[in-house]
């Protein structure tokens, strides 16, 4: 009895021991793995959820100003049409947003920006000035880049000046009516292709 009450009072066995430290190093893995298949879970619905608040962005700014584009007259004898359109840039007149209290129609453009490190969506607002008025005191140049759309191919569906059926075409530039439609085909950052945006023009609709 007293022997066995002495090799109780000693502690563990190496063999207790090594199975111990076996155990706690499999549960310490494993917990370790779960954090940090955590962390990376939430990263990753971070950037996408980012990823889709620029796209239903730009999708609202295509569906509000795109489809209210508008012919701009320069003068009184002539009028320019203000829509240009590349497969990766577009420059339009169209409204300026509500929240701007002094109104009136401002120059859209969008384009991809290359020259960076990454290529990002580059969406710009200017005051729009007609030929002859004197330029605004508190004229409007907005710059707003976004980083997750990494490439913007455009399209326009209209009869362009030289043809007489309608067709999509790569550009959209120096013709004297708007196009029909204009389609957007955007990827992002993560690699997801998008469904394409299709916008209808209105002012093409009234001269149609």
């Given amino acids: 009895m007293l022997t ?10 190496l ?6 430290l076996t155990l706690f190093s499999v549960i310490s893995i494993a917990l370790y793995s779960g954090l940090s298949m955590a962390i990376k879970s939430t990263a990753t ?19 509000t100003k795109v489809y209210a584009a508008k012919l701009a007259k320069q003068s009184t004898t002539s009028a320019e049409l203000a829509f ?9 007149v169209s409204s300026m947003p509500q929240s701007i209290k002094q109104g009136g129609d401002g120059v859209y453009s969008i384009s991809m ?14 005051t729009y000035v ?17 980083a ?13 000046n030289a043809e007489k059926e309608s067709a999509w075409h790569s550009s959209w530039v120096e013709q004297k009516s708007l196009p029909l439609l204009v389609k957007v085909d955007l990827t992002t ?4 292709v998008w469904p394409p945006i299709v916008i209808a023009l209105r002012e093409a609709k009234k001269n149609g």
């Fill in 148 to 160: 997750d759309i990494t490439n913007v191919t455009l399209k326009y569906f209209g009869v362009l």
């Fill in 113 to 126: 920006q290359a020259d960076a490190s990454e290529p990002v969506l580059q969406i710009a607002l200017k």
């Fill in 45 to 63: 619905g971070e950037k996408r959820s980012h990823e889709v608040r620029q796209v239903m962005a730009l999708q609202t700014l295509l569906n």
């Fill in 84 to 92: 240009s359109g590349e497969p990766h840039n577009l420059s339009f």
């Fill in 189 to 192: 950052k993560s690699g997801s």
């Fill in 4 to 13: 066995a009450k002495q090799e109780s009072a000693r502690g563990f066995t």
């Fill in 130 to 146: 007609k030929i002859g008025e004197a330029p605004l005191n508190d004229a409007i140049n907005e710059i707003v880049q976004l």
């Fill in 15 to 20: 063999l207790e021991l090594l199975v111990g």
